[in-house]
């Protein structure tokens, strides 16, 4: 897989200096990170629905999109493919499989001195059905 995607990435740095009006990659570096975050954003929309609708046609489809505007906004941000390969590899030592790590150390306060804090609703799939957690 890794290799497809150094592809695609050499391929969308090769165009970005295209014509904007006859090629996609082209006009998404002209109209800079903002646009290319919400095509990014949109796709991954995108999958999630075809996820939950259970069609693995378009989540095939819609990965392919997602797939190349995460490497568009890569190539736009100098992140090239094996840094974030070292990065996955860097987690897979550290936990023993490639899993996202937190962002932050959780702190845990002991029970009785801590106040009760608003939790942010975990959305999660299950089968066909869009449902949150809390």
């Keep these: 897989m890794s290799d497809s995607l150094e592809r695609l990435y050499r391929a969308v740095l090769a165009a970005r200096d295209l014509d ?3 090629s ?6 002209q109209r800079g990170p903002t646009k290319m975050a919400k095509k990014l954003a949109e796709e991954a929309i995108e999958v999630v629905i075809d996820a939950v609708n259970a ?3 378009a989540v095939v489809r819609e990965s392919a ?3 190349y505007n995460l490497t568009v906004l890569w190539a736009a941000s100098g992140v090239r493919p094996d840094d974030v390969w070292r990065e996955m590899a860097r987690r897979e030592n550290m936990l023993g499989i490639a899993e996202k790590l937190p962002k932050t150390a959780v702190k845990v306060p002991p029970k009785a001195a801590a106040p009760r804090l608003a939790r942010r ?3 999660a799939l299950d089968g066909r059905a869009l449902r949150k957690r809390h």
């Design 20 to 22: 904007p009006a006859t």
């Design 24 to 29: 996609r990659t082209a006009r998404l570096f």
């Design 55 to 57: 069609d693995a046609d």
């Design 65 to 67: 999109d997602l797939l």
């Design 121 to 123: 609703p975990i959305v």
